[in-house]
């Protein structure tokens, strides 16, 4: 029987995240986003997370326990930042941005209607991780757009310029 490179319920790119106590942080995406534990795997020792699958709408997230021992499995709270966003499309924007910030994320910008076409904020949660949180609302041409990213940025005295 032939094996799929891609393993069902997987797309091409799957977030895979490191957080220091991956076992509030999966309780967290629960009560935040709504995830589903598809599974958690202890660490060598039996404690901590060495690897999780979560499922948030119809995509898989990945995480595990921050690994001090390996300077590459850090977390965001050691890097003391972070250096990218998991970006989740959803039905309600407000609501979902509302139920996470309820959850315990901290607020970095209130959804707004976006030049692009999208209803959109962001939030970071407890572990550091950025999240921006969208609901597409129109289908714009790139033209369309740029304008919308012009009066945006004049709007905001030069920021982004």
């Not at 607020?107 to 707004?112: D, I, K, R």
């Not at 041409?141 to 982004?160: D, H, L, R, S």
């Amino acid at each position: 029987m032939a094996v799929s490179a891609i393993p069902e319920g997987f797309h091409t790119i799957t977030p895979h995240m490191v957080v220091k106590d991956a076992s509030k942080a999966i309780e967290f995406y629960k009560k935040a986003f709504g995830a589903e534990e598809i599974m958690r795997m202890p660490g060598p020792d039996g404690t901590g997370v060495m690897h999780a699958e979560l499922r948030i709408g119809n995509s898989p997230v990945m995480l595990c326990d921050e690994m001090p021992q390996m300077e590459y499995m850090v977390s965001p709270q050691s890097l003391k930042g972070t250096t990218m966003c998991v970006h989740l499309y959803v039905e309600d924007a407000d609501k979902v941005y509302k139920r996470a910030v309820d959850a315990g994320a901290k607020p970095t910008m209130p959804p707004m209607d976006a030049f692009w076409g999208d209803r959109y904020g962001k939030v970071t949660d407890p572990f550091g991780h950025e999240w921006s949180i969208a609901t597409h609302k129109q289908d714009l041409t790139p033209a369309q757009i740029g304008k919308g990213a012009e009066e945006f940025f004049k709007n905001m005295g030069g920021c982004g310029q």
